[in-house]
């Protein structure tokens, strides 16, 4: 039987009644004692397979780096993760071991890599959400931004396009599809098309939310509403609802020939898909229009009803994120809608699109099957502010548990103590990289099993194992325990060591410390390998080199909250904490920027960080950060560093502290240094 101890209480994820003297309701699958048998022999696998022999010490810096521990990659191993270097690669290592003296020429050439790899993305194909077959480079878009349903490569409609537009072929001329969505919009369905032309639709223009510039000849406003009306299905929110069709305001101003550039001010998918924007006409006055989707007269746009065989999709997130509960996830949750509730985040942070198959039931809390995608745009705001090569680490964790607790939730948990104000929390997990992709511009495929539930006083308790793929090929993998808890739950916590307040190793071992300026090396915009802008988590860090339980090194940061920072926005609607995944991710931060310090980066001609493969990480929450709650403390213990073929990878542990309570801990944490390989 496997036991998890929570918050000093046993507890059985395989469903065994909570201890205690408390009366559980408990539904269990004999999914989750597979699960368990499975995890149990691949933690002993993997005991096995880590245990290694130290291979030599470090090379000293200006700093005397101490003897660490240092783990060879076999010769086989290092040659199965291994690519034939190209041409490109051969000639970087040339030139820096050829000039190693020439400090600053290796710098400047490596600069420019990065900022032309990092900053610029090359577009790829699109999958999910159309093609883009554009050699451009793209550039992130900002966090706050809307992500359209589709993507397209059309920025200009000639007379012909907008004739094809008025007859409903919005696919055609932009040239995507969604599955299941009969798209019927139409433009100029209220009169005459008086655009002729439309010579520019920029994406990210006029403030950030979108721009279009069109010639017509006609009344103005009804030249200020078809512009609004080529945006919106430039951006495909008429796909949220089969069948639907664009509507406004009706109205007339006067007639001429002229251009009208339209601005978009809001785009968003509630209450209902929309286009909000100001069209300036010279001549005329500004004119405000917006643009709505409007469902069929008496259809539903519920779960399941919005678009046929589709259960839900981007406007039920929404709806869910910040929204309608009851068009979200169906009337029973109604009663959740305008108060603290369990929601997705919002915003930048929402990273599940879709769920195409559930097995499961409203009331069945025993085990479900289902499968969800998420979009990954080249241009998505991660990209371009990780100072990892593709994905950042948090992305993968958010977009897995987003999807798991997604259909957990819709299994109506919460629906069993009805009058319960109840918050949604990740209380941890395990989960392990199959191998590396670059992700952008793909759809990531989701598939998820509520393993097991119980139903505890004022509490529920859900677990869950989970699979990510991308072009039918698994990449990541776990499983994770989630909780939905009262008010009175959450004002009880007690940490993650039963109440005490456990110090830091740097609070036990009082010693001189050096100090990493992250904030300094981040004010240089030429500084290579840097998390920026929403993903800058820490300011500095405190060193002991050769410190830590494992002698190798300790890492020690702390950072005050700032309840404006973006991310309480997002995570959660009325119930705002830092997502524990952005925790995760500002010790990553951490190592890297100890790597780069300790000179791991210098004999590598251009170099990237990676999540590496096959090595299982875990963590487990105890508390949450609160925009009142002042610090964020943070440790890292450097256990062990591994050296290949492949590059540098360092293996740490953590722990994350709110004042007073040790929270979060992380065990296994991996970060790979290695050459940047070349793609086709």
């Known amino acids: ?26 539904h269990e699958s004999p999914a989750v004692r597979e699960s368990s048998a499975v995890r149990e022999s691949r933690e002993v696998h993997q005991g096995q397979a880590t245990h290694q022999t130290p291979a030599g010490n470090e090379t000293p810096r200006a700093h005397e780096l101490p003897a660490v521990r240092e783990v060879a990659i076999s010769t086989a191993a290092a040659q199965a993760r291994t690519q034939t270097p190209g041409p490109l690669t051969e000639i970087r290592s040339g030139v820096v071991a050829a000039h190693r003296a020439a400090l600053s020429a290796q710098v400047a050439l490596q600069l420019a890599i990065w900022q032309r790899t990092v900053h610029q993305v090359p577009a790829a194909d699109q999958g999910h959400s159309g093609s883009s077959t554009s050699s451009e480079r793209i550039i992130a878009a900002p966090e706050w931004t809307f992500k359209p349903l589709v993507r397209t490569t059309r920025t200009s409609l000639d007379r012909a396009a907008l004739t094809r537009l008025t007859d409903g072929d919005a696919a055609g001329v932009f040239g995507y599809r969604r599955a299941g969505v009969e798209s019927v919009a139409r433009l100029a369905a209220a009169g005459l098309l008086v655009l002729t032309e439309v010579v520019a639709i920029e994406l990210r223009g006029g403030t950030g939310n979108g721009r279009l510039v069109a010639h017509f000849d006609g009344d103005t406003r009804a030249a200020a509403v078809q512009a609004a009306e080529v945006f919106a299905l430039f951006t495909g929110i008429q796909l949220c609802l089969s069948r639907s069709t664009l509507v406004s305001e009706p109205g007339t101003t006067e007639s001429r020939t002229g251009t009208v550039e339209f601005v978009v001010s809001e785009i968003d998918l509630v209450p209902r898909p929309h286009v909000t924007g100001i069209a300036t006409i010279a001549g005329t006055a500004p004119l405000q229009v917006t643009v709505t989707v409007a469902e069929p007269t008496g259809a539903g746009v519920g779960p399941g009803a919005a678009v046929p065989g589709l259960l839900l999709n981007e406007f039920h997130m929404t709806h869910l994120a910040r929204g309608d509960q009851a068009i979200a996830m169906g009337p029973e949750f109604a009663e959740y809608t305008g108060v603290r509730a369990t929601r997705l985040p919002t915003g930048g942070l929402l990273l599940v699109d879709r769920v195409l198959e559930f097995d499961g039931a409203r009331g069945k809390l025993d085990g479900a099957t289902y499968r969800t995608e998420y979009d990954s745009p080249a241009d998505s705001w991660y990209y371009g502010d990780t100072a990892n090569e593709s994905m950042p680490h948090f992305v993968y964790m958010e977009t897995s548990l987003q999807a798991a607790l997604l259909m957990g939730y819709y299994a109506g948990p919460t629906l069993t103590q009805p009058g319960v104000t109840l918050s949604l929390r990740n209380l941890g997990g395990t989960a392990t990289v199959l191998r590396q992709v670059d992700l952008r511009d793909k759809t990531i495929e989701q598939t998820s099993r509520l393993l097991s539930t119980t139903i505890l006083p004022g509490s529920s308790l859900q677990n869950f194992d989970y699979t990510l793929s991308v072009d039918g090929a698994p990449f990541y993998t776990g499983e994770t325990m989630f909780g939905y808890f009262s008010d009175e739950a959450l004002a009880n916590q007690t940490g993650l060591d039963a109440g005490r307040s456990v110090p830091t190793w740097l609070d036990e071992h009082p010693q001189a410390t050096r100090t990493i300026d992250v904030v300094g090396r981040r004010a240089d ?21 050769g410190g830590g339980k494992y002698s190798a090194g300790y890492l020690h940061s702390l950072r005050e909250i700032d309840a404006s920072d973006w991310y309480f926005a997002r995570h959660f609607y009325l119930d705002p904490v830092i997502p524990g995944s952005l925790g995760v991710e500002s010790v990553i931060h951490a190592v890297q920027e100890w790597m780069l310090d300790a000179g791991f980066a210098d004999t590598i001609g251009d170099p990237v960080f990676r999540i590496p493969s096959d090595i299982a990480f875990s963590w487990r929450y105890r508390g949450q950060f609160l925009p009142t709650d002042g610090t964020v403390r943070l440790e890292a213990h450097i256990k062990e560093i591994r050296r290949g073929a492949n590059g540098v990878t360092v293996i740490a ?4 502290w709110k004042p007073g309570l040790r929270i979060y801990e992380l065990v296994d944490l991996a970060i790979e240094l290695g050459e940047r390989e070349e793609r086709p």
């Open 1 to 26: 039987m496997t036991v998890i101890e929570f918050d000093g209480v046993p507890f059985d994820p395989v469903g065994t009644a909570a201890v205690r003297g408390t009366s559980a309701a408990t």
């Open 525 to 545: 915009p030429n500084a290579r390998l840097c998390a920026r802008r929403t993903l800058a988590l820490i300011d500095r860090i405190d060193v002991v080199d």
């Open 653 to 656: 542990d953590g722990s994350l």
